[in-house]
């Protein structure tokens, strides 16, 4: 069996093969119009046909992109008669409080796709009015002359009592139009974010059917899963079904790989910084993969688990220009996979990857391992109108906007670590990403951070860590329980409930629970998610002072929701020790422009390193997939399995 992980990011494809003991690596600029053809262009060149049974592990920009570009399908929303217009509603929170111009993003599925069902049922799950289904049926004739590509259905208190619901899908479900049900989907309570969840799945539906359709097709025969923001795995199947899931599948594999990694060589108090050609995406893991159930994405409310990543438009093809008062900006509009940096030989406008290459950070001869050509002339030639608008030297042009993106950067890291209570001085600092090792330490020099960890192959290290992922779900009910001497009797009968439930959908399977809770102080807004224990109260105040400076022993606790992950363990990538043995390394020198002038450097290439290897900055590293720049206050060594761990002299 081939194992093959592929991630399929804003610029390039990535693909990480496992064949017995050989692991390979492959990389080719990604196809925005249609992802399937990266995908079955590179398993074609890296694959023979015939060669062996596939297992692939797949994570997709796809429903990220639908959903950003407002390019999903035609929605019908059927909800409780009156709360038609909830989705629209939605919040009284302003994205840009101070921004007087700012107006709220249109919904996915407009006013006039919006049926409102004579019916309903209480907090308590009491029906208060029966539905009727003659008029459900007279519903189902509409529908069909709408031409939907999708139906949401989202009543309210479904997450209490789904039987209204079920009536509804069993009446529609002849119509042979996919439809997403709230009590399957997000059986939670807050009618807003549940209804704007399941809108989205069927907003999302037909892009991701029709992609997971040209894949398959095209892969007859083989074992495909999919990666979800949660970090687990699904089916093809499943994914088409539920794409709501999958928002975020290729940042979540990167933390997973990055955890496993940092957790193989010591450190599982880590921040994980993945940049790449169009962003960046951090998250920090104390300890343990962090998830959250909440998040806005391109405007929009999506309530399913997943792992805590920040994402900001900071990457290699990040756009550097100047704004209408005169200062230098970088991103968040980026050069993409076509036309890419200038220096790629297509595009005009300067860039990130542009300015390392200007610099001496890049070299013209070894990009992708000598694989891929890039212009240095064309890199200089982007910047002439920067350098004539500022009346600065090309070089320092460059610097410029280094500092302006390490600066957009450092203040996204600040958030997911002080901004949450942790001392990011207690940290490593694990650095991927085809552009990350270009500018990690000095991320890591401003921020204090404890060390760095550059790992192998680090630009296709979300590739590696789909290889690295367990399969599992995640289950969950709004139970609104109050803390008393009760309490954990209510709650272990909740999640027995849940228990079932996975067992049904798993059977004869062999799997680990891991049980979580949805906490809160009475008369709060809004909840934390912790472990479940016997000691879950004074784990949810010291959780509580830790994100918020402060807590209230004394005073009444709500369970809200009761989670229940289910894991089916699978036979994961393992990372191997570094065969190389100790030896003397042929190391070239060359320039960079650093701090205003040019300094001599090393130049290593990474298959020459041996465990036990010290050196110190200035250098650069060169690989496969990536260029690690170390600047001159920095020391390096190379641990076991090949990881190098650097550190402020």
């Not at 709360?83 to 409080?97: C, G, Y």
């Not at 807003?192 to 037909?206: A, D, F, G, K």
């Not at 892969?219 to 499943?238: A, F, H, R, W, Y």
């Not at 900006?329 to 300067?350: H, L, Q, R, T």
């Amino acid at each position: 069996m081939i194992h093959v992980g592929i991630d399929t990011g804003g610029t390039f494809t990535d693909f990480v093969i496992k064949h017995g003991s050989k692991l390979l690596i492959h990389k080719i600029p990604s196809t925005p119009t249609n992802p399937s053809q990266a995908v079955l262009k590179g398993l074609k060149a890296i694959i023979p046909d015939g060669e062996g049974d596939l297992e692939i592990i797949h994570g997709t920009t796809v429903s990220t992109n639908a959903l950003i570009e407002r390019k999903g399908g035609k929605v019908a929303l059927i909800t409780t008669k009156g709360f038609e217009d909830v989705i629209e509603i939605a919040r009284q929170n302003r994205d840009e409080l101070y921004n007087i111009f700012w107006e709220k993003p249109s919904t996915l599925v407009g006013k006039e796709h919006r049926y409102g069902v004579n019916e309903r049922i209480d907090f308590k799950g009491r029906i208060l009015k029966r539905i009727n289904e003659n008029e459900i049926s007279k519903l189902a004739l509409k529908l069909k002359r709408g031409r939907f590509d999708s139906i949401a259905i989202s009543l309210l208190h479904s997450y209490v009592n789904d039987k209204h619901e079920k009536i509804i899908e069993n009446k529609l479900k002849d119509l042979g139009i996919p439809l997403s049900v709230s009590s399957k989907i997000f059986p939670e309570f807050r009618e807003y974010e549940r209804t704007s969840t399941v809108v989205t799945n069927s907003y999302l539906i037909p892009k991701v059917k029709k992609y997971i359709e040209d894949l398959s097709s095209g892969l007859d025969k083989t074992e495909i899963s999919i990666m979800q923001s949660n970090g687990g795995l699904i089916k093809p199947s499943k994914a088409s079904k539920e794409p709501v899931r999958i928002i975020l599948s290729g940042p979540a594999a990167g933390v997973v790989g990055a955890f496993s990694i940092s957790s193989l060589v010591g450190y599982k108090k880590v921040i994980t910084y993945d940049m790449g050609g169009t962003s960046t995406d951090l998250a920090l893991c104390d300890g343990e993969l962090n998830f959250k159930t909440e998040a806005k994405i391109a405007g929009v409310s999506i309530n399913v688990p997943m792992i805590d990543v920040t994402t900001i438009g900071a990457g290699g093809g990040s756009i550097a220009y100047i704004d209408s008062g005169g200062a230098l900006k970088v991103g968040p509009m980026s050069a993409g996979a076509d036309p890419g940096p200038a220096c790629y030989g297509k595009g005009i406008n300067p860039t990130v990857t542009d300015a390392n290459l200007v610099l001496g950070r890049l070299r013209e001869e070894w990009f992708l391992g000598g694989n891929m050509k890039i212009s240095y002339v064309r890199a200089k030639k982007s910047m002439d109108k920067l350098s004539k608008n500022l009346g600065l030297s090309l070089e320092k042009i460059s610097e410029g906007i280094i500092s302006v993106v390490n600066a957009n950067m450092e203040r996204a890291m600040r958030v997911i670590s002080l901004g949450k209570g942790h001392d990011p001085r207690d940290f490593s600092f694990l650095s991927f990403g085809g552009a990350g090792g270009l500018h990690a330490c000095e991320l890591a020099r401003n921020l204090e951070l404890k060390n760095l960890i550059f790992p192998i192959n680090p630009g296709v290290l979300s590739a590696m860590g789909m290889l690295m992922a367990d399969s599992f779900k995640d289950f969950s009910k709004t139970v609104f329980i109050k803390s008393d001497s009760h309490s954990l009797a209510k709650i272990d009968k909740q999640l027995k409930l849940l228990e079932r439930k996975a067992l049904n959908e798993f059977p004869k399977r062999k799997l680990l629970f891991k049980y979580f809770l949805d906490v809160r102080y009475r008369r709060q807004s809004h909840e934390l998610t912790i472990p479940f224990s016997k000691d879950f109260e004074n784990v949810f105040h010291r959780t509580h002072k830790k994100n918020f400076g402060y807590m209230k022993k004394n005073d009444e606790i709500d369970i809200v929701t009761v989670r229940l992950r289910v894991i089916e363990v699978k036979n994961k990538l393992k990372i191997a020790r570094l065969k190389n043995k100790k030896k003397s390394i042929d190391t070239m020198v060359g320039t960079v422009f650093y701090n205003g002038k040019r300094i001599n450097i090393k130049i290593y290439k990474r298959d020459d390193l041996y465990e036990g290897l010290r050196f110190d900055g200035p250098s650069l590293i060169l690989e496969n997939t990536s260029t690690i720049f170390i600047p001159p206050d920095f020391k390096c060594g190379v641990e076991q399995f090949g990881n190098i761990i650097s550190e402020v002299l």
